[in-house]
T-cell receptor
């Protein structure tokens, strides 16, 4: 039981490049989400999914895209990287989802630098 | 809009010196208040959920309490291994989880 697995752990991109951050969980959690964490700020929700085939926007969705084709995987795509997207990205999942949250299980994060 | 403010931003304690971390919140219809621990370079680790004012939860040296406006995380006789950033989050009627910026706790031996 690996929990929530994020890859890569570190990434440097040039402005304008695109990439996909991977997130996989093996706990059969229906709810998955992506957050970014910036110094001095709380975690901010980018996108979330309440099940396969269902996604929705969070607080800061611009410049990011997601899809959920399986219960296990929830990749985050950066369409055209900008320096403002330099951050640490966390994937989180929950068994009971948004309505009756029982606390999230987080991955170990991807540290992204855009130059 | 839901808001979460944690104080202090940083706290340095001597081993054995008890203290409290504060989480003040405004939320439309509290569904739950959550405490997480985050170690450097790692993702947050879930500690507690509190659902209503007056509720308390304990885990080892940590005790979380909840009122209608704030939550406290009390740390009794802390050890160096309790050093971490502690995050507070609230979930309201819109189901979004709103996080505070955290309190960075350092416990010196």
């Amino acid at each position: 039981n690996a929990g929530v697995t994020q890859t890569p752990k570190f990434q440097v991109l040039k402005t304008g490049q695109s990439m996909t951050l991977q997130c996989a969980q093996d706990m059969n959690h229906e709810y998955m989400s992506w957050y970014r964490q910036d110094p001095g700020m709380g975690l901010r929700l980018i996108h979330y999914s309440v099940g396969a085939g269902i996604t929705d926007q969070g607080e800061v969705p611009n410049g990011y895209n997601v899809s959920r084709s399986t219960t296990e995987d929830f990749p985050l795509r950066l369409l055209s990287a900008a320096p403002s997207q330099t951050s640490v990205y966390f994937c989180a999942s929950s068994l009971r989802g948004r309505v009756l949250s029982d606390g999230y299980t987080f991955g170990s994060g991807t540290r992204l630098t855009v130059v | 809009e839901d808001q979460v403010t944690q104080s202090p931003e940083a706290l340095r304690l001597q081993e054995g010196e008890s203290s409290s971390l504060n989480c003040s919140y405004t939320v439309s219809g509290l569904r739950g208040l959550f405490w997480y621990r985050q170690d450097p370079g790692k993702g947050p680790e879930f500690l507690f959920t509190l659902y209503s004012a007056g509720e308390e939860k304990e885990k080892e040296r940590l005790k979380a309490t909840l009122t209608k406006k704030e939550s406290f995380l009390h740390i009794t006789a802390p050890k160096p291994e309790d050093s971490a950033t502690y995050l507070c989050a609230v979930q309201g009627n819109n189901n979004d989880m709103r996080f505070g910026a955290g309190t960075r706790l350092t416990v010196k031996p």
